[in-house]
């Protein structure tokens, strides 16, 4: 693999291990307009699917600051993990 694909690896894992206990705490956009337009109650407690990291917090850990952090990190290795994935599955139905 190219040597610049692990270095956008590394640069991606250190803004999200630094980046991510900033990150704002207050609504997203989806979020924001069902508190404007009055149907935020309609949404279920009990959420559809089990997160393995709710609330963006790596459960087990007690520092709100490294949980954060960590999710941010599992995250990014997710995402490049199935980016990966996806690239190596089109690069053999090109080649």
Do not use: Q
Request: no cysteine; charged share 15%.
């Amino acid at each position: 693999m190219n040597k610049w694909v692990w270095v956008g690896l590394a640069i991606s894992l250190a803004v999200a291990a630094v980046l991510s206990p900033f990150a704002s705490p207050w609504p997203d956009g989806l979020e924001r307009v069902a508190e404007d337009l009055g149907f935020d109650e309609l949404a279920s407690e009990i959420p559809a699917l089990a997160s393995p990291i709710p609330d963006y917090l790596v459960p087990g850990i007690s520092s709100e600051g490294l949980a954060t952090s960590l999710a941010g990190i599992i995250g990014t290795i997710l995402v490049f993990g199935i980016a990966l994935g996806l690239a190596k599955v089109v690069g053999e139905r090109r080649g």
